[in-house]
């Protein structure tokens, strides 16, 4: 018997297991009131379960109100939005899959529109509000300068994360991912473009990496240790002065000593419109799912222009990633687990309402 493709193989992290590889990445729907999902989160990330993938992730659920992206976005700081969660981690489980929930925070990049009306900013003036960051620098030309956070405010936001955490842990998820990347929150602490700071969360990699450690810290009071967590960051700020992959792998390496942290999902970009990706070929930021893996001993997850099923099964059986996560061919096709099933000839688990569907 040929043995099973790479892609298909169940995968474990502390005590949960994925019934393959694939994972569904977060996608923000832009369409919740107050934080609050509808009928519209349930399809979306049920028809994303129901479709065979092993790991589907919410898009990212931010702790606090003035933490969304633009109004619509979703989050997790009430008992309403717990109930919300708590439908959609029972209906990710009840359709096999395992249920992970990014959870994040917008920093400097707080307050716009959603991307259909350009993400343009809001002014407080207009029903926005006035963003946070590690310093007073806005993110872009019309964006409203952010407030630089104090010390104490810091710990407040971690104390956020971690009241969400513990309300995730209530609703069913089973994997929290902590979304480190973008240029949201913690990676404008991390990355030296948008953190200017001279106390002790600013300077060098270790007092820039402070509010990301400090994060996971409150997190992981609330995380049980059976549950794993993952972090998400931008290896490159494909910026001039900016964070390199040689910056994460040693953020990386740090991660790993910590020893609760079980997977970098390895991203780029986001921290500043001047960023210039030289170019955008399928797999483009697997090189650094690859090297995180190899030089920081940590298990990685490859994300961004993923497509095809062999060349998933190309970067997980060469050891380059141990997940591939996927966001626009999944969200173009919610049985695109399916059709890699097919493409490298094995019989994926869908539930059992859809078995059918193998045979069509
Ligand atoms: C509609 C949409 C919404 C997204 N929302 C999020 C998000 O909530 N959190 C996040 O970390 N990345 C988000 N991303 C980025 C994806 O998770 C992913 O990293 C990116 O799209 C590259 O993967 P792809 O080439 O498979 O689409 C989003 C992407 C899309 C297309």
Redesign the pocket.
Known sequence: MAPTPHLFRPVSFRSVTARNRITV?????YSAADGLGDDWHVQHLGARAAGGAGIV????THVSAIGR?TPG?LGLWTAAHEALLTRLATLISRCGAVPGI?L?HAGRKASVSP?WQASAPIAPEQGGWVPLAPSPIAFADGHTVPHALTPGEIGEIAGQFAASAAMARRAGFRII?L?A??G?LLHSFLSPVANRRSDAYGGDLAGRSRALMETIDAIRAEWPEDLPLFV?LSCTDWVDGGLTIEDTVTLARALARRGDVDLI?C?SGGVSPAQRIPSLHPGY?VPFAERVRREAGIATGA?????DPHQAEEILGNGRADLV???????ADPAWPLRAARALGVTPELPVQYSRALLS
Request: contains cysteine.
């Open positions: 990445a977060p996608m923000c729907q992730f919410t898009e990212a992206i976005c990014q994040a991307p991912e979304h990347a973008h949201y998400r999902d991203s930021q994300v961004g222009l993923i497509r996560i996927l966001a626009r061919a999944l969200l």
